[in-house]
């Protein structure tokens, strides 16, 4: 079974910088794309940044040039560095992961419970 677990989200002042992580466990052939998402409550989850299994990322405009998503494929993680951030950047922050847990067999898209970030003004 594929799990997500996101960690480093908290409390923050305007400006201020965070850095989330998400690593992927359990049993799977291929992970491919990595992505992080944001959901404020009552609304649709929306893109933040994602990352391809070879390492080019791509960003939400708004998030473009005070962010950086990576991954450590050894470590089967992904990282996302903020800056700059603001109050409407708090929500909850989802990793995704799409993986192949075996081979031959489709593509499953897998979901973590979600890390909160709140930044204050």
């Known amino acids: 079974q594929v799990q997500l677990v996101e960690s480093g989200g908290g409390l923050v002042q305007t400006g201020g910088s965070l850095r989330l992580s998400c690593t992927v466990s359990?049993?799977?052939?291929?992970?491919?794309?990595l992505t992080w998402y944001r959901q404020v409550l009552g609304e649709q989850r929306e893109l933040v940044a994602s990352?391809?299994?070879?390492?080019?990322?791509m960003y939400a405009a708004s998030w473009k040039g005070r962010s950086t998503i990576s991954r450590d494929n050894a470590k089967n993680t992904m990282y996302l560095e903020m800056n700059n951030l603001k109050p409407d950047d708090s929500g909850v922050y989802y990793c995704?992961?799409?993986?192949?847990?075996?081979?031959?067999?489709?593509?499953?898209?897998?979901w973590g419970k979600g890390t909160l970030i709140t930044v204050s003004s």
């Open positions: 990352i391809d299994n070879v390492g080019s990322p």
């Open positions: 359990g049993s799977f052939v291929t992970l491919g794309a």
């Open positions: 995704n992961a799409l993986v192949r847990t075996a081979v031959a067999t489709a593509v499953g898209n897998y």
